[in-house]
């Protein structure tokens, strides 16, 4: 996938995670939100290490990880900032035209995905 896309989902995801408020009742503390990232910073690089150290050829700087490896760890980056826009009050019927526009982000990126693979497996 072309790296602008990849960039664009990623702040939409960070942009859905910022805006939503949190549950009544639950709270993240700032403590739990460094150690959370701290966590996820760590893992990463020991899976990045992993990786390197198990199947990169001798003298390769080249690293690449595919994002299967990412999925359990995924969701880490995402409790650090998770919340802050709740402190936000947004207009109901601004608040519903994002979300349909992010609905609708969704369909085409899945249809700019599969047209992707399509075109490069020859499907």
């Known amino acids: 996938l072309p790296l602008w896309f990849v960039g664009l989902y990623y702040a939409s995801l960070v942009a859905v995670a910022w805006f939503e408020p949190l549950p009544q009742g639950v709270r993240f503390s700032p403590r739990l939100r460094l150690a959370t990232g701290c966590t996820f910073l760590v893992a990463y690089w020991l899976l990045l290490l992993l990786v390197y150290i ?25 409790f650090c900032f998770a919340g802050f826009g709740g402190r936000f009050t947004v207009n109901p019927a601004i608040r519903m035209r994002l ?3 992010w609905g609708v982000f969704l369909v085409l990126s899945l249809l700019f995905v599969v047209t992707i693979l399509k075109n490069r497996y020859g499907l």
């Open 54 to 78: 198990t199947s990169t050829p001798s003298g390769s700087l080249a690293l690449f990880i595919q994002g299967r490896y990412l999925i359990p760890i995924s969701p880490l980056p995402f």
């Open 99 to 101: 979300a349909a526009a």
